[in-house]
């Protein structure tokens, strides 16, 4: 089953409640999420407040083919965006450019407001490189734990 299919790990839920308790997360808050069902429920664990999905935040779309190194092939991705690191995986470019666009945008509308975005580990890593202008960070992405927070001032 493709990943963006999937449900969110029962066993993950008090690591996400932990999460909302822990002070990590501002006050008042735009919350916006991929339409996968993982991170819809991610945020509806994370906040009582209303969750706007957003279709481009999705995450790096794969096939649900098994790959046998998957952090070698993402690493591919990122070494080869242009070219599918794998059977039924989307160039790298093709999710940067979705993500980052639609991040841009949400930011513009929210002007100085506090945004949370709920989402996933690669396209997360694309849209920081793109905010920073730094380099991805595949080391920070391997270390991705769930669920984690990125905070961008």
Excluded: N
């Excluded at 839920?13 to 819809?40: F, Q």
């Excluded at 209303?50 to 999705?58: F, K, P, Y």
């Excluded at 083919?65 to 059977?87: C, T």
């Excluded at 849209?127 to 380099?135: I, Q």
């Amino acid at each position: 089953m493709p990943a963006a299919e999937w449900d969110l790990d029962p066993a993950a839920y008090d690591d996400v409640w932990a999460l909302r308790s822990s002070g990590r997360l501002p006050a008042r808050a735009a919350w916006l999420a991929s339409p996968e069902p993982k991170a819809l429920q991610t945020a509806g664990l994370l906040t009582d407040g209303e969750v706007g999905v957003v279709d481009d935040l999705r995450e790096h779309q794969r096939s649900g083919e098994w790959v046998d190194d998957f952090p070698a092939a993402v690493r591919r991705a990122f070494a080869e965006p242009d070219v599918p690191a794998a059977v039924g995986w989307e160039p790298l470019t093709a999710c940067r450019d979705r993500v980052t666009r639609a991040v841009r945008r949400i930011l513009e509308v929210h002007g100085d407001d506090d945004v949370v975005l709920t989402g996933h580990g690669t396209a997360w890593t694309l849209v920081v490189a793109d905010l920073t202008g730094e380099p991805p960070d595949l080391d920070r992405w391997a270390a991705l734990a769930m669920p984690d927070v990125i905070s961008l001032p």
